[in-house]
């Protein structure tokens, strides 16, 4: 009588286990990468957001001061203050390069960490709180998609390309 090695049975599945791995990975790899809609959607509108904010804020007397470097020395008078951190000093910048880092994201498919949205969501709620209805309200809008599209990838729910 005699015994079949069950190690060598193995072994000799391995290799099409194998071929069948790399196949799959090669198919994924050929694929066309479909965006994440709403991550991009997300994005789109934080960028929106961002330049909007400029744009409110571009005209005012302060920009030629600011330029010149008097206040580097001396005292900001409280307009020239205020002003200063709603635009060069504010979240603008980091906004825009936030909203590229993530439309990044979404073109090739991906979601942003769930922290993002619920950090930038976290904000917009206490700065609502702090200075009553304002622009932050409009960050509840990417907050929100972001939020949809990471518990959608963490419940594996497939996405509409």
């Known amino acids: 009588m005699t015994h079949s090695d069950p190690a060598a049975s193995i072994r000799s599945a391995e290799p099409a286990v194998d ?23 997300g994005a789109i509108a934080l960028l929106t957001i961002s330049v909007l904010h400029t744009l409110v804020f571009t005209l005012h007397p302060w920009w030629g001061p600011w330029m010149a470097g008097p206040f580097r020395t001396a005292q900001l008078p409280a307009d020239a203050a205020v002003q200063f951190w709603a ?11 936030l909203a590229l880092l993530i439309l990044r ?28 209805p304002s622009g932050f309200l409009l960050l509840l809008v990417p907050a929100t998609l972001l939020l949809i599209a990471s518990l959608r990838s963490r419940r594996g729910v497939p996405r509409r390309g």
């Open 87 to 97: 635009l060069p000093g504010g979240f603008v910048v980091p906004g825009v390069l």
């Open 105 to 132: 994201a979404g073109r090739r498919g991906d979601n942003v960490p769930i922290h993002v949205p619920i950090v930038l969501g976290v904000w917009a709620l206490l700065c609502v709180w702090m200075v009553g």
């Open 19 to 41: 071929q069948r791995d790399e196949r799959n990975q090669r198919d994924q790899r050929d694929a066309p990468i479909r965006p994440n809609r709403l991550t991009v959607s």
